[in-house]
């Protein structure tokens, strides 16, 4: 599965989160590092989930971009 992944910077590092997985987030000193953090707390969370018998939620969540123009003051 493939989770929707939102990544911050900040002034000491990074955070990352999975929307479709709320309460799941981490955060580091790098952005290669919180990728490898996110992704070890998605699987254990979801292992955590399946293991309790409940559904695993699938990925529901999208991202894009669009480009803007700003006229000059």
């Known amino acids: 599965m493939e989770y929707l992944i ?9 955070s990352a989160y999975p929307p479709d997985l709320p309460g799941v987030g981490v955060t580091g000193k790098t952005k290669k590092l919180v990728l490898a ?3 070890e707390a998605i699987e254990f969370h979801l292992e955590d989930i399946y ?6 939620p699938k ?3 999208e991202a894009a971009t669009v480009t803007v ?3 000059a003051a």
Do not use: A, Q, R
Request: hydrophobic fraction near 25%; charged fraction near 40%; charge should be positive.
């Open 6 to 14: 939102i990544i911050e910077k900040s002034k000491t590092g990074y």
């Open 37 to 39: 953090l996110i992704k």
């Open 51 to 56: 293991s309790s018998g409940k559904k695993i």
């Open 59 to 61: 990925p529901k969540n």
């Open 69 to 71: 123009k700003i006229k």
